[in-house]
């Protein structure tokens, strides 16, 4: 199975830079996200798709230009490796033992359950960097079982961003001024239901967060975004949401002002919207997905002088 992932990888990063998102594409705010569960996020849902578009070049969301397309043999031989003084936190949002977070019911009687999709998509992600470009990556469910593994998992925001701020801190102390870390949360969203069985067939689409003002966190949103991006559009036939970050007087994801290294919130879905729910439930785009976000990572580091190529 590696190499089918392998050339999925390949394939998102391919789609990444065909799909063209003006470098002056407004930023919007969020459509309510039905995050009422969850007390440190809750501000978040008076966002009703404000337009902003006279912000500055900072706050607009980047053109599509990714660099990173292994389509060569040349690239078979030599992958692209990630420096091990980068740290890769990968948490899948919410769990078990979450309130909500499901889709209405489908017409075979299943539900999508948020928690399932992200860990799936999460475990994916760790698997493939893991396996193929880096050995410094830490998920934060697997945290979690190791040290509580006869407790069910929440929300558990606090733990999340612990395990992410501890790792961090440890990483710096060994690797110094060139320790760097990044946290990526991966999640699926919901739109504003009237009842919890009803569908809301207008909002679809990905979007991702970063924390306003964090330079470093919006390089990271703009990097790996557009990999989403390509997904949504040309497997999903779905949209590009943008890039999004908390109005002022709002409080952010807790995730998101809370940890001490660049983060992102990826939202990769909308399982409220009843074509959309059944992507999510489909291997072939949670594999699709996974790659997205694995070409976003690699690209990122990049950038940041982060890698190397493997040679023989």
């Not at 392998?6 to 930023?27: F, K, M």
């Not at 109005?247 to 879905?269: D, K």
């Not at 919207?273 to 990049?302: F, K, S, T, W």
Request: glycine content about 6%; charged content about 25%; aromatic content about 6%.
């Amino acid at each position: 199975m590696k190499w089918i992932l392998d050339i999925i990888i390949r394939l998102i990063a391919t789609l990444a830079t065909a799909v063209r998102v003006q470098a002056e594409r407004e930023i919007t705010h969020s459509e309510l996200s039905d995050r009422g569960d969850m007390p440190e996020e809750e501000a978040l849902v008076a966002a009703v798709n404000d337009t902003i578009a006279s912000r500055q070049s900072e706050e607009r969301t980047a053109q599509v230009a990714p660099s990173l397309v292994h389509d060569s043999e040349q690239d078979e031989e030599h992958p692209t490796l990630i420096k091990p003084d980068l740290l890769i936190v990968i948490d899948p949002g919410h769990g078990p033992a979450t309130r909500g977070k499901r889709s209405p019911r489908l017409p075979d009687g299943r539900r999508f359950l948020e928690y399932e999709y992200n860990y799936a998509v999460g475990d994916l992600v760790t698997h493939a960097l893991l396996t193929r470009h880096t050995d410094n990556v830490i998920n934060t469910v697997h945290e979690w079982r190791r040290q509580r593994p006869d407790t069910p998992m929440g929300n558990d925001l606090r733990f999340r961003v612990a395990v992410a701020n501890d790792a961090c801190r440890r990483h710096r102390s060994v690797y110094g001024d060139d320790g760097e870390a990044i946290f990526i949360s991966i999640h699926a969203n919901a739109a504003p239901q009237p009842h919890p069985e009803a569908w809301v067939p207008s909002v679809r689409g990905v979007e991702t967060w970063y924390y306003r003002g964090s330079e470093e966190g919006r390089l990271l949103a703009m990097t790996v975004h557009p990999y989403l991006a390509a997904v949504a559009i040309e497997h999903m036939h779905s949209r590009d949401r943008g890039i999004k970050y908390h109005r002022e007087g709002q409080r952010p994801f807790y995730v998101l002002a809370h940890t001490i290294m660049p983060s992102v919130l990826l939202e990769t879905g909308f399982y409220t919207h009843p074509e959309e729910v059944l992507l999510l439930m489909d291997d072939e785009v949670r594999q699709l997905m996974a790659a997205a976000i694995v070409n976003g990572i690699i690209d990122y580091a990049r950038k940041k002088g982060k890698t190397y190529e493997q040679h023989a």
